[in-house]
């Protein structure tokens, strides 16, 4: 069973950093999409960025230049460091992964942690 361990949320000052991480239990972690998501109060769920398995990246235009999605393949996990963090990028932070040839995508997702931006 694929297991999403999410961890490094916390609170920061605007103009912050922080850096995330997700320890997955995949076996065949290597073949896997892995992906950050973003829920803030009252929002849906939205895409931040997005790592391939042969380390390609893609990321929302809201946060290029300042996060930075990244995989260990070796320790199953993905990292997202988030620099110049601001207010409204507060919210629950989602770990995510499918697998990329699947016949048909099915999303696995971590129990999420909160990234608070505030003075």
């Known amino acids: 069973q694929v297991q999403l361990v999410e961890s490094g949320g916390g609170l920061v000052q605007p103009g912050g950093s922080l850096r995330l991480s997700c320890a997955a239990s995949?076996?065949?972690?290597?073949?896997?999409?892995m992906e950050w998501y973003r829920q803030a109060p009252g929002k849906l769920r939205e895409v931040v960025a997005t790592?391939?398995?042969?380390?390609?990246?893609n990321y929302a235009d809201s946060v290029k230049g300042r996060f930075t999605i990244s995989r260990d393949n070796i320790k199953d996990t993905v990292y997202l460091q988030m620099n110049s963090l601001k207010p409204d990028e507060t919210g629950v932070y989602y770990c995510?992964?499918?697998?990329?040839?699947?016949?048909?995508?099915?999303?696995?997702w971590g129990q999420g942690t909160q990234v608070t931006v505030s003075s």
């Open positions: 995510s992964e499918y697998d990329i040839g699947a016949a048909d995508r099915y999303d696995y």
């Open positions: 995949t076996s065949i972690f290597n073949f896997y999409v």
């Open positions: 790592v391939n398995p042969g380390g390609g990246t």
